[in-house]
């Protein structure tokens, strides 16, 4: 068991990642971003030139029973491994989120995914954010907060962030991605992104980064 979870949950785009890592950082707290580890599996699919048209479930399986994903924290940045090679760039490439909420939606890839989440976080202090951590991956966290904003402030804060990256964007493509991703994960019919009952909402599109950040901060301290 963890113990102590901070669970974050929201769409595309929300601020939720910005927050987590910070708070993370602030609090000394493990910061598990589940939607990286998503992330490598759809992009360890498509380097095996999965169809993407029907999806080759037994290549998920395949994939899934002999792939390793690491979240290593180095000089104070979560980097991401896929099978031991670092793919923290490549996973936030535009043919990722394309696909990547497909794979997502399989029942196979998101069992293997909780149990490994909940592995992860074994006997330590974990600020978690993804789509179903407050409702299936950590129902019991001692915090659960849903972030949403905005789909056009969630689209410049993504343009944003893909730009420091040096990765080039298009405004109209960032918000048919966006839309296109929160429809999906919604309305799948295994664990959809949906609040927790007990979660608390922070709507972040007219807080800047550091209300929205000790906003949550004041929540996990009174709890901790
Ligand atoms: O948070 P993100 O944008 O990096 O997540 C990428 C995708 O991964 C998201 O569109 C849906 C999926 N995801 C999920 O289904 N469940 C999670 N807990 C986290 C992410």
């Not at 792939?67 to 979560?78: A, F, G, H």
């Not at 896929?82 to 196979?108: C, H, M």
């Not at 909402?201 to 004041?218: A, P, R, Y």
Request: charged content about 35%.
């Amino acid at each position: 068991m963890a113990k102590f979870v901070v669970a974050i949950d929201g769409g595309a785009g929300s601020g939720k990642s910005t927050t987590a890592r910070e708070l993370a950082k602030r609090l000394h707290f493990f910061y598990l971003d589940t939607g990286a580890m998503y992330r490598a599996i759809t992009l360890k699919y498509l380097q095996r030139d999965g169809d993407k048209d029907n999806i080759d479930r037994g290549l998920v399986s395949e994939i899934i029973a002999s792939t390793t994903i690491d979240l290593r924290l180095e000089n104070s940045v979560t980097r991401v491994y896929l099978d031991e090679k670092d793919v923290t760039l490549e996973i936030r490439k535009p043919q990722v989120n394309d696909f990547v909420s497909q794979i997502s939606a399989i029942p196979a890839v998101r069992k293997w995914m909780v149990e490994k989440q909940r592995e992860v976080a074994k006997g330590k202090k974990v600020i978690c954010e993804g789509r179903d951590i407050g409702t299936v991956v950590f129902p019991n966290a001692q915090v659960k907060i849903y972030v949403q904003a905005d789909l056009e402030v969630r689209a410049q804060r993504r343009r944003k962030e893909l730009s420091e990256k040096n990765i080039e964007s298009n405004f109209n493509e960032v918000i048919k991605n966006l839309k296109f991703r929160d429809k999906y994960d919604s309305s799948r019919q295994h664990s959809p992104l949906k609040k927790a009952e007990d979660a608390i909402v922070v709507d972040t599109t007219k807080l800047t980064i550091e209300q929205e950040i000790s906003f949550v901060e004041k929540i996990v301290r009174e709890r901790l």
